[in-house]
């Protein structure tokens, strides 16, 4: 797709929600990481709810369609799907409109299970899924004081894109080759 890369702006915010709904008889998967619990998350896909968030965040940085326009939940293919194949299509995405990923940051609102035990091991998966150091990845968890929403999981996200460097987009390559 053409685009004027001339007319990009230096850097792009995006925002992603997603809430999903306990069940019973489904594993739990929140940031691509399998978590004992035991209830999972409900949802065409493997209900994972923050990589739902982040996909949605990056897909609004850059304009693009959201995650339920591009993976439609009455699409077969997409039942029981690994989101990590949403986030990747995002990613992918954004690096095609001229834009990395700086930084993204997270706020899990759920009851149950306790997030900080794993909250190391999400954050170096979403790190790892977005070529990003894990300093790059923020998470807080927080339980839904007050909502009446013991039976929910949501995600809220924001994700900061930084456009490419020249280099990187194969101009003024010797630059960068100086500093190495
Ligand atoms: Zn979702």
């Known amino acids: 797709m053409p685009v004027h890369k001339a007319k990009q702006p230096p850097r792009r915010i995006g925002y992603g929600f997603d809430s999903h709904e306990f069940r019973r008889g489904v594993p739990l998967k929140i940031g691509g990481v399998a978590i004992e619990h035991a209830q999972g998350l409900g949802g065409h896909s493997d209900g994972d709810v923050l990589l739902h968030a982040i996909t949605d965040a990056l897909l609004g940085a ?104 020249a280099a990187k987009q194969g101009r003024r390559k010797t630059r960068r080759r100086k500093r190495t």
């Open 62 to 165: 850059i304009a693009a369609p959201d995650i339920g326009a591009l993976f439609p939940p009455s699409d077969p293919q997409w039942k029981g799907a690994d989101s990590l194949v949403f986030l990747n299509e995002a990613r992918k995405r954004v690096h095609a409109a001229g834009y990395a990923v700086a930084n993204v940051d997270a706020s899990l609102i759920l009851a149950a299970p306790k997030i900080g035990p794993h909250a190391a091991a999400i954050r170096a998966r979403v790190a790892q899924a977005l070529r990003l150091p894990r300093n790059c990845v923020g998470l807080k968890a927080k339980t839904p004081e007050g909502l009446n929403l013991e039976n929910a999981a949501i995600a809220q996200v924001v994700a900061l894109l930084e456009k490419r460097p």
